[in-house]
């Protein structure tokens, strides 16, 4: 698409033809390569800038390491490794799908047009490029705020951040990529400020967008828009207006239907915003009499109406607009989750309200005992999670809860039942992990809740509760190097760092993923697993565990366990490999070897051969 500027259309006097529409902003990537765009200034407005590294690097590179400093250094840069062997169009997401626009050549130029409020405060716009070193600390960055714009040079990329007023002047037409959610103020931000979010008003509506993109001569061949309901970035009962933005851009002349429908809308919005529900309803009603297949007046006109105390008229409302659009049945058709914990009867008013319109909601009502359960309202919570469980016995969320409500009540035994159904059906819930290591520790089984605690930090349970614990319980099993790892709270959680840093301190810290029992006897043979890359650098084996996303990282003794894995030494010649070498007890490096070999086989790191009777160890 090679226009001139002055063929492209120009935004708010020409119609545009190529105008896509979408939930989730990562499909405008996909729609520019379906259209073979390439070489293109993208003008992105949003309130999210929407690009990031993605962890697209080859993980075998590791293992190319000559020294253990040097996969320190590479690790640094945690981000930008695929650990997940997925192909990389898999890691696209709404965060990142202009990095690989831009990577891939379909974009040259990135200009990211910020709410107006955002450059009153150009700090946090460069607190927002400041946060994406996290993410790789080795990029080269500088950021520079003048003239109405934040800049920043990140390794290779531009990104020119201003607002409308200074959008520049191009001379080219330029890819127009919008999110709805830049009309609006930001929802959950809102919320903890105590405001209501039904009554919130945009800060711009679609015609102002369009008019000032018109002044600053915007030219474009190829517009995206996203809705972004899901994840509660743009609420619900204003999804409505991306389908106007839309409208605005391939009809700049509007019908005169669609032009008095929008008037209705906004004015309708505009009442409710001012305490005049009445007046907003007559609007809505006014709406529906011009286009009664329109699914946000019916839907405004359901909370209007409950408002009103006429349950069943807003409950048929509801129901309306979901028949006429499913996506009104979203998870985010209210807004109980964004209130704090301190504002819980507005929450609580809005998972009520959904659950007069639609009673078999199972999310809404989860998220309402979820509430009860932060503000210990035990009763009520067990009751809505027992209701759940009772229609819905793999409903996961609902288990974790029920779970975590007996270990409130110091029910340990029913908590350890719950807690382990629901990591069985969603086994990566670190707050489960954690609730089950409280429960497995109140009834002694020290192990378990080693495991369950262990694993809780690994899925990013991160406070210091679970350290604590740890702490403790190593100290009680006379494990004081883990122990005193734990008290300074230096564990990380995403490599096995701290396995055997010491000879005098031959104690394995593994987290136990899976549930599942692990058998092994002197007897045993095991070889490592085919799909599992590792080397030995330095005296560290460094394993790729691509299954789990993690790189595996063993020190002296653990390199020496997994070197002498072969499929030819059984468990009892392992054991006396590793007390002849590191000079250990045979007790205490019977007991660590197991468990360390236990691990790899529930891990499938390493896999068993078929085994011989031979003595006990």
């Excluded at 002055?6 to 006097?13: E, K, Q």
């Excluded at 190829?222 to 605005?248: C, H, M, N, Q, W």
């Excluded at 607009?321 to 058709?333: G, I, K, R, S």
């Excluded at 999670?385 to 029920?402: F, V």
Aim: proline share 5%; net charge neutral; hydrophobic share 40%.
């Amino acid at each position: 698409m090679g226009e001139t500027p002055s063929s492209a259309a120009l935004v708010g006097r020409d119609a545009i033809d190529n105008v896509v529409l979408m939930e989730d902003h990562d499909r405008a990537y996909h729609a520019w390569k379906q259209a073979r765009l390439s070489g293109r200034i993208l003008l992105h407005i949003d309130a999210h800038i929407d690009w990031a590294w993605i962890g697209d690097k080859d993980p075998r590179v590791l293992l190319e390491a000559r020294t253990s400093r040097q996969v320190e250094s590479m690790l640094e840069a945690r981000g930008l490794w695929n650990l997940t062997a997925r192909a990389s169009s898999e890691l696209v997401h709404i965060g990142n799908y202009i990095y690989p626009a831009l990577k891939e050549g379909i974009v040259r130029e990135f200009y990211w047009v910020v709410p107006d409020r955002f450059m009153e405060r150009p700090a946090e716009v460069v607190g927002c490029f400041q946060s994406l070193g996290t993410i790789n600390p080795q990029a080269r960055m500088a950021i520079t705020a003048a003239d109405h714009a934040v800049v920043a040079t990140i390794d290779d990329t531009t990104v020119t951040a201003c607002s409308l007023p200074h959008v520049p002047r191009f001379r080219e037409p330029v890819l127009l990529d919008i999110d709805t959610d830049f009309l609006l103020s930001d929802p959950w931000e809102r919320a903890r400020a105590g405001d209501d979010l039904w009554k919130l008003l945009p800060w711009i509506w679609p015609d102002e967008l369009v008019q000032r993109l018109n002044e600053r001569g915007v030219r474009t061949d190829f517009v995206t828009i996203a809705y972004s309901v899901e994840g509660g970035f743009t609420p619900l009962g204003y999804k409505y207006l991306g389908d106007e933005l839309a409208l605005r851009l391939t009809h700049p002349r509007l019908p005169e239907r669609d032009r008095r429908l929008l008037i209705e809308k906004r004015l309708a919005a505009c009442d409710r915003h001012h305490n005049e529900p009445e007046q907003a309803i007559a609007r809505y009603e006014a709406a529906l009499a011009l286009a009664p297949e329109d699914a946000s007046s019916h839907f405004n006109l359901a909370y209007l109406y409950d408002e009103r105390g006429a349950y069943d008229l807003a409950a048929r409302r509801y129901r309306e607009a979901v028949q006429l659009d499913p996506t009104y049945a979203t998870a985010y058709n209210h807004f109980g989750p964004m209130y704090p914990s301190t504002m819980l009867e507005r929450a609580r008013a809005e998972y009520e309200r959904i659950l007069r319109w639609d009673p078999q909601r199972v999310d809404a009502r989860c998220g309402l005992a979820d509430l009860l359960a932060r503000h210990e309202r035990w009763e009520p919570a067990t009751t809505l999670y027992r209701t759940i469980i009772e229609s819905r016995p793999d409903h996961a969320d609902a288990l974790r809860g029920l779970g975590y409500v007996c270990a409130k009540q110091r029910r340990w035994d029913e908590a350890i039942v719950h807690l382990s159904r629901s990591i069985v059906l969603r086994p990566d819930g670190g707050f489960a992990h954690f609730w089950l290591g409280e429960a497995y520790g109140h009834r002694q089984r020290w192990d378990e809740a080693i495991d369950a605690y262990l694993t809780a930090l690994r899925l990013g349970f991160h406070n210091v509760a679970p350290h604590r614990r740890l702490g403790n319980l190593y100290v009680r099993k006379r494990r004081f190097h883990e122990a005193w790892k734990h008290y300074r709270k230096l564990v990380g959680v995403w490599t096995w760092r701290t396995l055997l840093r010491r000879r005098a301190d031959f104690r394995p810290r593994f987290a136990n993923v899976t549930r599942e029992t692990v058998s092994l006897t002197s007897a045993t043979r095991l070889v490592k697993s085919e799909t599992v890359p590792w080397r030995l650098i330095e005296e560290q084996a460094v394993l790729l565990d691509l299954d789990r996303g993690a790189v595996v990282r063993l020190n002296p003794v653990g390199a020496e366990i997994w070197d002498a894995i072969d499929g030819t030494r059984t468990v009892a010649e392992i054991v006396a490999h590793i007390c002849r070498t590191f000079e250990v007890g045979r007790r205490t490096a019977r007991r660590d070897v197991h468990r360390f070999l236990e691990r790899l086989l529930r891990d499938e790191l390493v896999e068993q051969r078929v085994s011989v009777s031979a003595a006990s160890v």
